[in-house]
């Protein structure tokens, strides 16, 4: 920002990004979640167990994305959250959903920088305890890298994101095909398929964890200040995205479990396992191959640096944003005068980060409790940005012209519904006790630095988040039996799921048993979910509706 600029009028760059890029940036800071942090889901649970669980993360999650799209092109501004809460309910409301979306976007950047560190130092040491001072030390190099990377430009990071993107998905491949070699159908579908001692719970208890395999997606969303043509760029890009990452969800869950028995990827010894893909390379028959276990070893880090590296921009943009706005320091608020770049909220994010990173040489769980710190902030992020988004399509329904999503009121009800029963989860599965007095006391400082200091500073003024030209929706038919098609799938979904919650906590069970034929009616009720409304956004995407 050159010097005299205003506090709240510091620009990105926009008109950068376009679809792929949109797209690269959403799988890219998933794709980490395929590598690491879903498998300790397994424990106790199952394959079968996770499936559900992650099934249904991925039906929350496309209904998230869509209704996001909406409020992302209606403001598309890098404080994403925190704009869409103060357009919708003022101060608190904004400051709230934006720290949600750093803490999110902050903790995950701490897990996966930890699993790129425990990744290098399993490969040095494969078969004994990986050193903990090397992958301390390696977590601070990508902190370091990537750092300077965002500190070059928003071009130059997105694409090398694209190129990161392309090479962790290949990695996946070449993790298919040699866990498909000693693939055993039985290994996936245990028997009985979920545990009886649990039952409906275990699928529960995974949701969690089964978050993990796409938390922060909607930090893409985030670009849309410095995207080309926001109310195309954003929907069609997070669209492709979320369709990718539930076919790499459902291809790893299955050669994983089916290469390998479960209690070997989740646990060893009575520690979480932080590099369970490479834990099967290395136990399978093709494993033995030096050049296939440090050739797959190699490549999965461009899983978890192309996750760490969108993670980062997520977080650095909010920090950003919240600076700029006066939430939090003004400094952090601040550009690069030559590359438009947040530096000083890169700077901070990355140092944060550091401490956290450091902090694993006296936390044995550290990897654990960062994923479910993320995934418990992200689940308040949705509620709140629900409410906000009911607000604004009553109170500004022009606002929200440029893109609407599908089904009407039915995809923001089951995000509140869903994100509510993963939170229900939380204190089922803190064994410890750290998640949740962990997640509230960041909550807790955020709130108390902006009670204290930041309301007496704010700079925002709702005209600056709504642009001048906000584009209409095109006038185009939509098919009527296909959204009524969608809608009865998504309800049916709800309330299959709603089922298993009241069950999992000693209601009735209305399914009778978890024998095969309720557990397949499970998946396949939420497998018709998910095919009826991507159906129905795919067909208004093609046909320009809204």
Not at 12 to 37: E, H, P
Not at 146 to 163: D, N, P, S, T
Not at 327 to 351: E, Y
Request: aromatic letters at 10%.
């Amino acid at each position: 920002m050159s010097a005299g600029q205003p506090i709240g009028t510091a620009q990105l760059r926009g008109g950068q990004l376009r679809v792929r890029d949109i797209w690269a940036l959403g799988v890219g800071i998933v794709v980490c979640g395929q590598y690491f942090g879903w498998n300790s889901g397994l424990k106790d649970n199952g394959p079968v167990a996770m499936l559900i669980a992650s099934l249904a993360v991925c039906l929350l999650f496309l209904a998230w994305v869509l209704t996001l799209s909406e409020l992302a092109v209606a403001m598309p501004r890098a404080g994403g959250p925190l704009d869409y809460g103060l357009r919708a309910g003022g101060p608190w409301l904004g400051f709230l959903m934006g720290w949600s979306m750093f803490l999110e976007c902050l903790f995950g950047g701490v897990a996966t920088a930890l699993a790129g560190g425990k990744y290098v130092a399993f490969l040095l040491s494969p078969d004994s305890e990986p050193n903990r001072y090397v992958a301390v030390a390696v977590g601070l190099t990508i902190v370091a890298v990537f750092y300077l990377l965002q500190a070059r430009g928003v071009k130059e990071q997105a694409r090398a994101l694209a190129w990161m993107t392309y090479a962790a998905i290949g990695g996946l491949v070449i993790f298919w095909v040699a866990a498909l070699t000693n693939f055993t159908w039985d290994r996936v579908w245990t028997s009985p398929a979920i545990p009886a001692n649990k039952g409906w719970g275990a699928v529960l208890d995974a949701i969690p964890f089964a978050l993990w395999w796409l938390i922060i997606i909607e930090a893409a969303a985030l670009a849309a200040e410095e995207s080309h043509t926001p109310a195309r760029t954003i929907p069609r890009g997070l669209t492709w995205a979320i369709l990718t990452v539930i076919v790499l969800v459902v291809l790893t869950t299955v050669t994983a479990c089916g290469a390998l028995p479960f209690q070997q990827i989740a646990v060893k010894g009575d520690k979480p396992v932080d590099y369970p893909l490479a834990e099967v390379i290395r136990q399978i028959p093709a494993g033995q191959s030096p050049l296939l276990f440090y050739g797959f070893g190699a490549i999965s880090m461009f899983g978890l640096v192309a996750s760490y590296h969108g993670l980062l921009y997520g977080s650095s943009r909010q920090l950003f944003a919240l600076g700029r706005g006066g939430f939090v320091s003004p400094a952090l608020g601040k550009v690069n005068a030559k590359r438009q770049t947040p530096g000083p909220a890169l700077v901070a994010c990355s140092l944060l980060t550091a401490g956290f990173v450091v902090a694993d040489l006296w936390f044995d769980e550290a990897i654990q409790a960062a994923v479910l710190v993320a995934g418990f902030a992200a689940l308040v992020l949705y509620i709140l940005s629900m409410g906000a988004l009911f607000r604004l399509r009553r109170r500004e329904p022009k606002l929200l012209a440029g893109y609407r999503a599908p089904l009407g009121a039915w995809l923001p009800v089951s995000v509140v519904v869903l994100s509510v029963i993963a939170l229900a989860v939380y204190p089922r599965i803190d064994e410890r006790g750290v998640v949740v007095p962990v997640a509230l006391g960041m909550y807790a400082i955020g709130i108390g630095y902006f009670a204290l200091r930041g309301r007496n500073r704010l700079t925002h003024r709702l005209e600056d988040l709504t642009p001048a030209d906000a584009p209409l929706a095109p006038a185009t038919r939509r098919s009527r039996w296909l959204h009524l098609a969608a809608v009865v799938a998504l309800v049916v979904a709800l309330g299959v799921l709603g089922a298993i919650t009241v069950a999992s906590f000693g209601g009735p069970d209305l399914f009778g048993s978890t024998g095969d034929v309720p557990v397949l009616a499970v998946l396949g009720v939420i497998i018709a979910a998910l095919a009826a409304v991507a159906g129905v956004e795919l067909c208004q995407t093609r046909r320009g509706t809204q």
